[in-house]
């Protein structure tokens, strides 16, 4: 799994890649507390564009990051399995999520 971050005015972008499960949530989670530790009180939009599954593991790692973020955490791009993911588990009430 591979995740770059980006951060411009104040909106940290993290770009997580292939999938996240239970092998790699850990690195994934990693990554997206020291991005939000680096740029504290930024807004942060989860783009999904590269993004192919999301396992349970991966779905704690989004509420940790909603949890930790001061404002309502965006994703982007969301592929339609990990909508219908978002659907069935409510987590398109914790996440403002743009589909596709």
């Known amino acids: ?3 770059r971050t980006s951060l411009d005015s104040g909106v940290l972008t993290l770009y997580p890649e ?3 499960d239970s092998k790699n949530a850990g ?3 990693q990554g997206a507390m020291e991005a939000m530790d680096a740029a504290p009180g930024a807004s942060v939009v989860i783009d999904m564009d ?4 999301l396992s ?5 790692v989004l509420m940790k990051i909603v ?3 001061e404002d309502t955490v965006k994703v982007i791009n969301v592929p339609q399995i990990i909508s219908e993911i978002f659907e069935i588990t409510g987590f398109e ?3 403002d999520v743009q589909s596709r």
């Open 67 to 69: 949890n930790r973020s």
């Open 27 to 29: 690195e994934f989670s």
């Open 93 to 95: 009430d914790l996440l």
């Open 1 to 3: 799994m591979d995740m």
């Open 50 to 53: 590269k993004l192919e599954n």
């Open 56 to 60: 349970s593991a991966g779905l704690r």
């Open 18 to 20: 292939g999938y996240v």
